[in-house]
């Protein structure tokens, strides 16, 4: 079983900066990810990286402003958010795939463990 909780997120302006920081318990050696939800729309792809760390993948919207990385020695993940623009506001979710998938997805059903989220708000 994986728990999973965030922090980092709340209120900056437009071309600030923030980072995600994502702790989990239990077992972690698991391919993690991001997604987001701003208010009406569906859950978003933002990011994914394998256990090791070695590959990453980011959704077209935050290619080159967005930087994952993960400390497995700290259970912890991260999202490194640059360059924030408006339409990034949103609940920020951290996830990680199921038990022996250790490499990336863009797909929300390839997660089985979910945060209860962060909320990022980002005025213009």
């Known amino acids: 079983q994986v728990q999973l909780a965030e922090s980092g997120g709340g209120v900056v302006q437009a071309g600030g900066s923030l980072r995600l920081s994502c702790a989990a318990s239990?077992?972690?050696?698991?391919?993690m990810g991001w997604f987001r939800r701003a208010p009406g729309e569906d859950r978003e792809f933002v990011s994914s990286?394998?256990?090791?760390?070695?590959?990453?993948l980011y959704g077209d919207p935050v290619k080159g402003r967005f930087s994952i990385s993960r400390d497995n020695a700290k259970k912890t993940l991260y999202l490194q958010m640059n360059s924030l623009k408006p339409e990034d506001t949103a609940v920020y979710y951290c996830?990680?795939?199921?038990?022996?998938?250790?490499?990336?997805?863009?797909?929300?059903?390839?997660?089985?463990?979910w945060g209860q989220g962060t909320q990022v708000t980002v005025s213009s």
């Open positions: 990286i394998s256990a090791s760390g070695g590959f990453t």
């Open positions: 239990g077992r972690t050696f698991y391919g």
């Open positions: 996830a990680a795939r199921r038990d022996g998938n250790s490499g990336t997805s863009q797909y929300a059903a390839q997660y089985a463990y």
